[in-house]
């Protein structure tokens, strides 16, 4: 751009200089044909810098539309790049939910398997806690046959205890009734002997 303006400037001093030139030429001498090759010369150059200024123009406009083609590349470009993170995004979002879908699934799994385990423990304890008092009852009533069983073996040895007495007491009887004889029969062969 800034090629241009000077290319331009000089463009422009070139014109003054030859319209100062021919402004100033009424007649011709030898340094006046000097002049005029001179003059040819400069509008030869001035030809050259228009037709140079005019490609380097070309070749800015050129430029420029590429520029404004690679711009809009670059915004096109951009939109693409925002596209895709954008659908980038919504896969992660997407890929976030599945997750999150996925483990409250487990989670809700688990917790079906924990409310029958609970229920199953609780109609286990319920089950125990049946048992435990059917043992109670159970050893109640055992308590209650230890002691019937206790006082019938008192009243069975209190009754062994008297019959073993009783024929203690009885044999001691049958020992004294036979000594009891046998005095008698001494006695009665002492009487008799005495007699």
């Given at each position: 751009?800034?090629?241009?303006?000077?290319?331009?400037?000089?463009?422009?001093?070139?014109?003054?200089?030859?319209?100062?030139?021919?402004?100033?030429?009424?007649?011709?001498?030898s340094d006046?044909?000097?002049?005029?090759?001179?003059?040819?010369?400069?509008?030869?150059?001035?030809?050259?810098?228009?037709?140079?200024?005019?490609?380097?123009?070309?070749?800015?406009?050129?430029?420029?539309?590429?520029?404004?083609?690679?711009?809009?590349?670059?915004?096109?470009?951009?939109?693409?790049?925002?596209?895709?993170k954008k659908?980038?995004?919504?896969?992660?979002?997407?890929?976030?939910?599945?997750?999150?879908?996925?483990?409250?699934?487990?989670?809700?799994?688990?917790?079906?398997?924990?409310?029958?385990?609970?229920?199953?423990?609780?109609?286990?304890?319920?089950?125990?806690?049946?048992?435990?008092?059917?043992?109670?009852?159970?050893?109640?009533?055992?308590?209650?046959?230890?002691?019937?069983?206790?006082?019938?073996?008192?009243?069975?040895?209190s009754e062994?205890?008297?019959?073993?007495?009783?024929?203690?007491?009885?044999?001691?009887?049958?020992?004294?009734?036979?000594?009891?004889?046998?005095?008698?029969?001494?006695?009665?062969?002492?009487?008799?002997?005495?007699?």
């Amino acid at each position: 751009m800034v090629n241009n303006d000077i290319m331009i400037n000089s463009v422009n001093d070139a014109s003054s200089e030859f319209d100062d030139f021919t402004a100033k030429k009424t007649g011709l001498t030898s340094d006046e044909d000097d002049e005029v090759v001179h003059v040819d010369q400069l509008n030869h150059r001035v030809e050259e810098l228009e037709c140079d200024k005019r490609e380097r123009e070309e070749k800015v406009k050129k430029l420029e539309a590429e520029i404004e083609e690679l711009m809009n590349e670059k915004t096109a470009m951009k939109e693409l790049i925002d596209e895709l993170k954008k659908v980038e995004n919504e896969k992660l979002e997407l890929e976030s939910k599945a997750s999150i879908a996925k483990r409250m699934m487990e989670l809700e799994t688990e917790m079906a398997r924990l409310q029958h385990d609970l229920i199953s423990s609780t109609k286990a304890g319920e089950k125990a806690n049946q048992e435990i008092e059917e043992l109670r009852g159970e050893i109640e009533g055992l308590k209650g046959e230890k002691v019937a069983l206790e006082a019938d073996s008192d009243r069975k040895i209190s009754e062994l205890e008297r019959k073993r007495e009783k024929e203690e007491v009885e044999e001691s009887v049958s020992l004294l009734e036979a000594k009891l004889k046998k005095s008698e029969e001494k006695v009665k062969e002492m009487e008799a002997m005495s007699t």
